[in-house]
Every structure is written in structure tokens, then in C-alpha cells.
């Protein structure tokens, strides 16, 4: 394509250089191409003109359903059916089933489409877009529908439950909300339920729906007290261990192991005084009672003698519903009755898990170290193979694995070096072990584990012999071994090739990156592209030269070669790199593109026209009133923003100048819109109309659109538009007598109430601003997409949709609707699920999905982290007819 013309809809809001009002067009060509170069040879060219744009799911890109959510542990639980494994974290939780041998099956949760209708208990909204009523993902993310975790907290839990919050995510949970939490400590799976439990249960069902039951039931944490002499310091601990009775109404709870001090930065706490609650509690699956007391004392601090438990760890029931329960430093397995009387014991050293045979009724019990207040030191990591109730005698032992050197755990999250699983529906059975990412070396002697990728092992012999690796399926896909643990997938499209890369950021905490993930859409095969520096964003134009900007900092790369191509006014630096830590990626630029901004924070974005001009969204993490110095922009200058009344200026996420440049490097437009606060996104078309993405919230009407967190984009005209706000953070405050006289347009914490004053048109309702309430955090953020022919592609994130917009912010289609993994028919089966469903339309299925790209009118790519997939969309129309050139002839001047 040399040259994109003009696109738009049709009618009377026609976007220019359409007629408005009329079906009957006529468009003047320049003879240019889309550099601004005139074409001589005009004889091999073809004009299209299509009509009606649709959308088709073509495949699915960089999954692996193996791929870790978080570096927190998965739960495992073996089934007649498969092996159910949850993993979750910083907000994504999933529930997929594999079968025996840890081949993908399906997902369970989050809920496909065609059974979503059936989970009982969830929140649904009707949106006022469309009057179409969806389900709504509750969490302050938004991205999760279950309830049962600490990642579960949103604006209303966190004011009633404030101080439960605060125990379990430290100091700063209160800022945070839980972003780091997740939605599971335990899992058990029996008659087609799951029990999936942390601060409170969610009730599953293995049919992929809740069973016929609500999904939230009642509290199944306990408030714990910290210290022996104080009642009065309480942490908040959660069972590691979870079982179902054979009819699957009792559920037993222990394992409540917790930390008495730490800080937010995981789901418990970073810990090196660990307590545990001596007590096995139960509570009725149907009912929703209040849980109970099944032996012990909740409270270790009314400890007697003779009481049974020390340290409680684990817990299981058999066939005939006895009660195992293992004891860590009492070295000991309790049986007990349904009733609470003491059947049995087996003495075992350091027991940590039990396990019961599905099929013989025989007992396991592992053995690894559990963090405790008693610090039992010595303990040996093993499997042991006893008989079943009536003989209850050492039959086997296999050791688990070495404990000496690595990481010492006893300042990690869950106090338990591994998580494991019996898995009795093969023959002989097969253990699934995992850990917490961060301990992942312990298991790496068996061959490379990364992240607590689950390894599932055999007994033969003595040993217990590998049979599966998931992260070798992982490196496989060629997907890296654990998601970005803020779900960023930064998607980037060189027009040149059509190839889609992928940015996932592991420096500035993992704001920038130094690797793309470069896939090709038409095969699905990845490369890994080794960039020259720690880059904070970047983008492609049409002659395949590759931007990359540190805080203030352009530099121009041929991405064939990855050679500088210098700026005609650029400037030299050294060091160039967005990153403070010892791994960053440095480089020296010859000729840099510098720009005002600072601030270790995201950018805004940035985007190349096809005529090459360059538009960047720069951060000034400062006020006017401290900005003196030239540290973090050109050196010998200083920048600061015209101030006028109403302006937003400075501040940490506060203010965002939006700068263009000639493809030589020449300033066009200095701080083109003033006003804006953070940014995610920005983009320029051929006539020099600014797009932006603001997290501030759409006004309708005096009214804010419903969901607070959205973000609206705008089209900007620069040097005319600008926003006003009554913010109290702005260095001359606007007067109420100049306010303009008319209602507000956008809201935000960082934005306050603002006017937006001549913008082309506004769309609400998109992306999702981390910071809108004044607290959470910005780094969970969105990216909208623009094309060569000025269409926008704005994320529908709480709709589970994609909004293509014209040039005059007429709505052409919505891509997409609700659903899972499995969920969505694709045109190529290859890099996908091996039975996707059906879902109607565009197939095009989502559930979490922030980030976007487009390769002109060909493909639109999603990245939908809360699937684990980037989705290529593959762009077509209607209608579409061809004339050749050469068979038109020459107008008469």
C-alpha cells in the first residue's frame, strides 16, 4: 500500500474529504505517496475502495496455557476427570484442568461464554452504549471475578474491612488495594466442586459454572494474633491446605501458617517470623455458615499442653470420610473420625502434606520443611507410601528433592517450600510439584525449572523419575516462563514486515525493556530481538526504522540492522537506558532526539505518522515551582510549560506534555495540548490531528459514566485545544468567574474536574486508569491503537470489547464480546487451544484485554493478558472493488 487515502463513515458527521450528508464521493489524489513522495510511474498501481469493515478471529499468538500467572504458587488437585491447577496473582486468576499425563484440556475459570449465564453470584451491568448486560469484574483491577482473595478488594471491602486488609498486605495495603494478592492459598476438587479458598471461599464447579451454588461463601481466613503478649496485633492467616468430604458438603481447612511482619510487595508478606494456627476448621459448602472448629484452638495464643496440634499443615479425607491431618513438629499423621474422635496416628518425620490413594485407599505423606515458630531444623524432603487404614505401614520412600543452598526461603510468602499433589488415576501415581517462583531453584536441579512451573514425577525404583517439565513446554511456545506481573503486553506492529512485537518491561520496575518478542502473524513462530537499550516505549514507521525513548531520550534504529540512524538535530549521549539497577542496558547515541520530560514513571506514549512526523506524551514529574535544574531534560536549557490559569503542571503522574517533530528532528508543535494529566497513548494523522488517551473519566450529561476507572480518548486540534480543571494541584487556580460556562467534560484524581475546551470529539468509556480514585496504581494501564488511516482502536476493557473509531469519532464497529481461552473459532486452529467453541460474529473472544496494534487495515492485535494470549484479528470488508491506473485516463487540465 503506497498511499492511504481517506476512510471514514459515511453520513453527516463524515470525517473530511468525504462529502457529508451523501453516499455519492469524490476524492482528488496528489500523486504522492504516503511519505510525501510523488510517484512517477504510476502504471503498476491499483485504486480499492472498500465498504462496511468487519472483523475475524484469524489465531491465537503467544499462548501456552503452562505459562506461569504470577510468581506466587499454583494449586494443584487431582480428579477422575484430569488435574485441576489454579494459578493467580497481581489480579489474573486462572483455573484450567490438564489431563493425567499435564496435557491442556480446558479452562475452567474464568467462565467460558456459553456458561457464564449459569455462575451464580456474579455482578452483572447494563451498559448505557448499547443496552447490552454484562457481567462485571469487581476487583479494583478490574480483572478478576473472584471474590475469595486479597487481589479481590475493591473500593467498598477496602472502607468495611480496612484494618483485615492492612494485616494481609502489609503497610502499604492501603494504597494498593491488593494488586499484588490472589484470588487462592488452597484448592480442593471433589463431585464437581471446587473449593477455591483464601481470605474467603469461592465455590466453583469442574462443569465451568458455580455448581448451582453462589460463588461467594462465607470467611474462611482467621484473625491471628501477632505477638504472644498482644491480643491486640492480629495478622490475618490463611489456610494452605483444603480438602472436601466424599459427599462434598464439608470442606476442612488448615495449614493457617503466617508471618508476623512484612511489607506488600506479595501476597502475605515478606517474612522472617512465622506463626502458626494450631487449629483444623471446617465449614458446610452449602450452606454458608460461619466455619467451625474441628480440633484445635484458632487462637495460639490459648495454647494448653495437652492439646493435639503444633503445627497443623495439611489436611485430607478418604472414602469413608476420616480426617487426616498432618502435624509438622508433632511428627505425626491424626485420622480422626467425621465426628472428631481420634482414630488413628502414623508417626512420620516432618510430615507437610497427605495424600489419599483415589483408587487402593492408601496414604501419602510428603515431607518438607514448613516455616514455624518451633524451628524445627534437619527436616528431610521425601515421599512416603504408607498402607491404607487398617495396615497402616511404610511401604516405600522416595526423596523429594535437595533442600541444602538456594534462596532461604524463611523470608518468602508462604512459608512452605513446596506445593504437591498425588495424582492416584495413574498407574504408578504421579506427583505434580510446584513452588513459589522466587524458590524456584530448589527444583531447577531437575532440569531447568523456572518460575514454579509445575514437574510432574514417577516412582521408578527408589527415585522419582521426571516425566513432564511444564516450563520446557513453556520455552517451547517461545513465550517467556511468567507473565509480566502487571499483565503489561505492549504490542508494536512494523509496517514494513507486518510482524508484532511484544514488550513485556523487566527493569524500572518493569516499566522498560531491552527484548521484543517478535511473532509473525502469518506462522505464529516467535523470535526473541535483542534492542540496544532499556526502553520505556517505542514504535515503527514505514521505512522499518524503530524508535526507542528512554525519560528523555529518542534514538532512531534501522530495525533490520539495529545500526543509529542519527537525527539531522539530535544530540549526543552516553548511557542512554530507562533504568537505575545494575542490569540495565546502556547505549551511545550519536545523534538523540531530546525532550523535555522526567520522571521514573510511564510516559504517555508515543507514535510515528506516516509522513515521519513523531509525536511523544512527556512526563514532567515536577512542579513548576522546583523545576530549576536541567537534570532530566536538555542540558544548558530549562523547560517549563506556558502557565496560565487552570493548567495542570507537575506532580507525580500530574502532567503530560504532548511534543511533535519533523522526520529531521525540528520541533513543529511544543506542548501541542496543554492540560492533560497521565496519558496512555498518542497518536498524529496526515493533517496533524492529535489523538490522546486520558485517564480521566467521560462526563455525560452532568453525569459520570458509571465506571470511574475508565479513561477517555480524544481528538485534539493542537494549539487550539486544551483542558481546564479546578484542581487544586495547579499553580494559578482558573477563578470561578472564568470558568467556562457550561458542564464539566472528564474527572479524575489526578485531573480533577476539567473542561475540555475545542476538541474534535471525545469517546468515554475505554482503558482503565489506575490512579483515578487517588490511590492504586498507574503501572496496570491500557494502549490504544491508531492506523495510517486515522482510525482509532480504543480497549472496551469492562465490555470485553474493542471500539474502532473514524476520524470524526464515528463509531464503525465493536470487536469482540465475553469470553474464555477456549472460547472463539479461529480461521487458523495452530498456536490455540485444540477445541475452540464457537461464539458467533467475529469470534473474536475476551476477557481481559488492555493493549492493542494494527498493521494498517490488514490486522488489528489484542493482547488479553487475563486469557494468556494475543489474539490476531484479521481486518476485511464487505465490499471491495479495484480499478487499475493504468486503465484510468489522465484528467484535462
Given at each position: 500500500m503506497v498511499r492511504h487515502l481517506a476512510c471514514g463513515v459515511l453520513g453527516k458527521n463524515a470525517p473530511p474529504p468525504f462529502r457529508k450528508g451523501s453516499l455519492k464521493q469524490s476524492i482528488v489524489w496528489d500523486g504522492k505517496d504516503d511519505l510525501g513522495k510523488y510517484i512517477d510511474d504510476r502504471s503498476p498501481l491499483t485504486v480499492r475502495v472498500s465498504l462496511g469493515l468487519r472483523a475475524r478471529f484469524e489465531r491465537s499468538l503467544f499462548w501456552s496455557p503452562r505459562r506461569r500467572q504470577s510468581r506466587m504458587p499454583q494449586l494443584v488437585c487431582a480428579a477422575r476427570e484430569g488435574v485441576y491447577v489454579y494459578d493467580g496473582g497481581v489480579g489474573m486468576d486462572h483455573v484450567r484442568l490438564f489431563d493425567h499425563d499435564g496435557k491442556y484440556v480446558r479452562t475452567v475459570y474464568p467462565f467460558p461464554s456459553d456458561k457464564i449465564r449459569d455462575a451464580k453470584g456474579l455482578a452483572w451491568h447494563t451498559f448505557p452504549q448499547d443496552g447490552k448486560t454484562l457481567p462485571v469484574k469487581t476487583n479494583f483491577l478490574q480483572c478478576t471475578m473472584l471474590t475469595s482473595g486479597t487481589n479481590a478488594w475493591n473500593i467498598q471491602t477496602y472502607q468495611r474491612d480496612k484494618k483485615v486488609f492492612r494485616s494481609v498486605v502489609g503497610a502499604g495495603g492501603n494504597a494498593h488495594y491488593g494488586m499484588e494478592g490472589a484470588a487462592g492459598s488452597a484448592m480442593a476438587v471433589r463431585n464437581g466442586r471446587i473449593a477455591l479458598v483464601h481470605v474467603q471461599l469461592n465455590r466453583l464447579g469442574t462443569d465451568r459454572t458455580t455448581a448451582g451454588l453462589l460463588l461467594q461463601g462465607p470467611r474462611t481466613a482467621i484473625s491471628a494474633p501477632t505477638r504472644r503478649d498482644r491480643e491486640t496485633a492480629r495478622a490475618l492467616a490463611s489456610p494452605r491446605s483444603a480438602a472436601l468430604g466424599p459427599d462434598g458438603k464439608w470442606l476442612y481447612l488448615t495449614g493457617y501458617i503466617y508471618g508476623r511482619r512484612g511489607h506488600a510487595s506479595q501476597d502475605i508478606q515478606y517474612t522472617r517470623d512465622w506463626r502458626c494456627v494450631p487449629a483444623v476448621m471446617r465449614l458446610n459448602m452449602e450452606t454458608g455458615d460461619r466455619m467451625e472448629v474441628f480440633q484445635g484452638r484458632p487462637n495460639p495464643n490459648e495454647r494448653k499442653k495437652n492439646d493435639p496440634f503444633k503445627v497443623p499443615t495439611s489436611v485430607a479425607v478418604d472414602a469413608e470420610g476420616r480426617v487426616y491431618v498432618t502435624d509438622q513438629v508433632a511428627d505425626r499423621v491424626f485420622i480422626y473420625s467425621r465426628a472428631g474422635e481420634l482414630l488413628k496416628t502414623i508417626k512420620v518425620d516432618s510430615p507437610a502434606k497427605v495424600c489419599i490413594h483415589p483408587k487402593t485407599g492408601e496414604v501419602y505423606v510428603f515431607s518438607w520443611k514448613v516455616m514455624n515458630e518451633f524451628e524445627k531444623t534437619g527436616v528431610k524432603s521425601a515421599l512416603r507410601c504408607f498402607g491404607t487404614f487398617d495396615e497402616l505401614k511404610e511401604k516405600a520412600a522416595w526423596p523429594l528433592g535437595r533442600d541444602?543452598?538456594?534462596?532461604?526461603?524463611?523470608?518468602?510468602?508462604?512459608?512452605?517450600?513446596?506445593?504437591?499433589?498425588?495424582?492416584?488415576?495413574?498407574?504408578?501415581?504421579?506427583?505434580?510439584?510446584?513452588?513459589?517462583?522466587?524458590?524456584?531453584?530448589?527444583?531447577?536441579?531437575?532440569?531447568?525449572?523456572?518460575?514454579?512451573?509445575?514437574?510432574?514425577?514417577?516412582?521408578?525404583?527408589?527415585?522419582?523419575?521426571?516425566?513432564?517439565?511444564?516450563?520446557?513446554?513453556?520455552?517451547?511456545?517461545?513465550?517467556?516462563?511468567?507473565?509480566?506481573?502487571?499483565?503489561?503486553?505492549?504490542?508494536?506492529?512494523?509496517?514494513?514486515?507486518?510482524?508484532?512485537?511484544?514488550?513485556?518491561?523487566?527493569?524500572?520496575?518493569?516499566?522498560?525493556?531491552?527484548?521484543?518478542?517478535?511473532?509473525?502473524?502469518?506462522?505464529?513462530?516467535?523470535?526473541?530481538?535483542?534492542?540496544?537499550?532499556?526502553?520505556?516505549?517505542?514504535?515503527?514507521?514505514?521505512?522499518?526504522?524503530?524508535?526507542?525513548?528512554?525519560?528523555?531520550?529518542?534514538?532512531?534504529?534501522?530495525?533490520?540492522?539495529?545500526?543509529?540512524v542519527p537525527w539531522d538535530y539530535g544530540e549526543e549521549r552516553d548511557k542512554v537506558a530507562y533504568g537505575w539497577s545494575s542490569g540495565t542496558r546502556r547505549a551511545h547515541v550519536m545523534a538523540g532526539l531530546l525532550m523535555p520530560s522526567d520522571g521514573n514513571w510511564h510516559h504517555g506514549g508515543m507514535f510515528v505518522s506516516a509522513s515521519r512526523k513523531l509525536v511523544v506524551g512527556c512526563l514532567l514529574g515536577f512542579s513548576t515551582q522546583v523545576r530549576t535544574s536541567a537534570k532530566f531534560v536538555h542540558r544548558g536549557k530549562k523547560y517549563a510549560p506556558r502557565v496560565y490559569p487552570g493548567r495542570l503542571l507537575g506532580g507525580r503522574g500530574g502532567a503530560t506534555c504532548v511534543h511533535v517533530w519533523d522526520r529531521h528532528g525540528r520541533a513543529v508543535y511544543e506542548d501541542a495540548v496543554p492540560g492533560l494529566a497521565d496519558l496512555y497513548g498518542v497518536a498524529i494523522d496526515r493533517n496533524d490531528g492529535i489523538y490522546v488517551m486520558t485517564a480521566a473519566t467521560r462526563i455525560f450529561a452532568g453525569k459520570r459514566y458509571y465506571n470511574d476507572?475508565?479513561?477517555?480518548?480524544?481528538?485534539?486540534?493542537?494549539?487550539?485545544?486544551?483542558?481546564?480543571?479546578?484542581?487544586?494541584?495547579?499553580?494559578?487556580?482558573?477563578?470561578?468567574?472564568?470558568?467556562?460556562?457550561?458542564?464539566?467534560?472528564?474527572?479524575?484524581?489526578?485531573?480533577?474536574?476539567?473542561?475540555?475546551?475545542?476538541?474534535?470529539?471525545?469517546?468515554?468509556?475505554?482503558?482503565?486508569?489506575?490512579?483515578?480514585?487517588?490511590?492504586?496504581?498507574?503501572?496496570?494501564?491500557?494502549?490504544?491503537?491508531?492506523?495510517?488511516?486515522?482510525?482509532?482502536?480504543?480497549?472496551?476493557?469492562?465490555?470485553?470489547?474493542?471500539?474502532?473509531?473514524?476520524?470524526?469519532?464515528?463509531?464503525?464497529?465493536?470487536?469482540?464480546?465475553?469470553?474464555?481461552?477456549?472460547?472463539?473459532?479461529?480461521?487458523?486452529?495452530?498456536?490455540?487451544?485444540?477445541?475452540?467453541?464457537?461464539?458467533?460474529?467475529?469470534?473474536?473472544?475476551?476477557?481481559?484485554?488492555?493493549?492493542?496494534?494494527?498493521?494498517?487495515?490488514?490486522?488489528?492485535?489484542?493482547?488479553?493478558?487475563?486469557?494468556?494470549?494475543?489474539?490476531?484479528?484479521?481486518?476485511?470488508?464487505?465490499?471491495?472493488?479495484?480499478?487499475?491506473?493504468?486503465?484510468?485516463?489522465?484528467?484535462?487540465?
Open positions: 541444602s543452598g538456594g534462596w532461604n526461603f524463611r523470608y518468602r510468602t508462604t512459608g512452605m517450600r513446596y506445593f504437591a499433589e498425588l495424582d492416584g488415576w495413574t498407574d504408578p501415581p504421579t506427583v505434580w510439584l510446584t513452588t513459589e517462583g522466587i524458590l524456584s531453584n530448589v527444583l531447577s536441579r531437575r532440569g531447568g525449572l523456572n518460575y514454579g512451573n509445575l514437574i510432574l514425577l514417577r516412582p521408578a525404583g527408589g527415585t522419582l523419575r521426571t516425566v513432564r517439565q511444564f516450563a520446557h513446554d513453556v520455552q517451547r511456545a517461545g513465550v517467556p516462563p511468567v507473565m509480566h506481573r502487571t499483565q503489561r503486553q505492549r504490542l508494536y506492529v512494523n509496517p514494513a514486515n507486518g510482524k508484532v512485537y511484544v514488550a513485556e518491561g523487566d527493569k524500572a520496575v518493569g516499566k522498560s525493556f531491552d527484548r521484543l518478542y517478535e511473532i509473525d502473524p502469518e506462522t505464529g513462530r516467535v523470535r526473541v530481538v535483542q534492542l540496544p537499550f532499556h526502553a520505556e516505549d517505542m514504535c515503527f514507521d514505514l521505512e522499518s526504522l524503530a524508535y526507542l525513548r528512554s525519560i528523555n531520550v529518542v534514538a532512531r534504529y534501522n530495525a533490520k540492522t539495529w545500526r543509529e476507572m475508565t479513561g477517555t480518548l480524544m481528538k485534539m486540534r493542537p494549539r487550539r485545544s486544551r483542558i481546564l480543571t479546578t484542581s487544586k494541584r495547579i499553580p494559578v487556580p482558573l477563578s470561578e468567574a472564568n470558568y467556562p460556562d457550561r458542564r464539566r467534560d472528564v474527572v479524575s484524581a489526578m485531573q480533577g474536574s476539567a473542561w475540555v475546551q475545542e476538541p474534535e470529539w471525545m469517546y468515554g468509556g475505554v482503558g482503565f486508569g489506575g490512579k483515578n480514585r487517588g490511590v492504586g496504581c498507574a503501572c496496570w494501564n491500557f494502549r490504544f491503537a491508531h492506523d495510517y488511516f486515522a482510525r482509532s482502536f480504543a480497549p472496551e476493557m469492562d465490555r470485553y470489547r474493542v471500539a474502532a473509531l473514524d476520524t470524526a469519532g464515528n463509531l464503525i464497529l465493536r470487536i469482540g464480546k465475553y469470553g474464555n481461552a477456549d472460547d472463539g473459532k479461529p480461521l487458523v486452529a495452530k498456536g490455540g487451544p485444540a477445541n475452540p467453541r464457537l461464539v458467533g460474529g467475529d469470534e473474536v473472544a475476551l476477557f481481559h484485554a488492555p493493549y492493542l496494534a494494527t498493521h494498517t487495515d490488514r490486522r488489528l492485535f489484542i493482547a488479553d493478558p487475563g486469557n494468556g494470549r494475543v489474539l490476531a484479528v484479521k481486518l476485511d470488508y464487505h465490499a471491495t472493488e479495484r480499478v487499475a491506473l493504468k486503465n484510468v485516463p489522465e484528467a484535462k487540465k
